[in-house]
């Protein structure tokens, strides 16, 4: 029975080892996330917002509102 022993369990640095395992996997799908919504969201963002300053005309848009009679006080 002694040859067919069970192998002991690892008992020391196991907590360390499962630990640097979870920070290094969390830190790379953090970086990933951040990733994905730079080039998802935050820099489609910024190019509609840029797009739109480029074409606004804002007496365009008065004019507009004004035909429409949002305004109370203006003719």
Not at 54 to 69: G, L, P, Q, T
Request: charged letters at 25%.
């Amino acid at each position: 029975m002694a040859s067919s022993a069970l192998a002991k369990p690892q008992v020391h640095g196991l907590w360390a080892k499962h630990l640097q395992f979870h920070i290094i996997g969390v830190f790379v799908v953090s970086v990933g996330v951040a990733a994905l919504y730079k080039f998802a969201v935050a820099e489609p963002r910024k190019k509609t917002y840029t797009d739109f300053c480029r074409n606004y005309d804002s007496m365009k848009d008065f004019e507009e509102m004004r035909k429409a009679s949002i305004f109370q006080r203006t003719k």
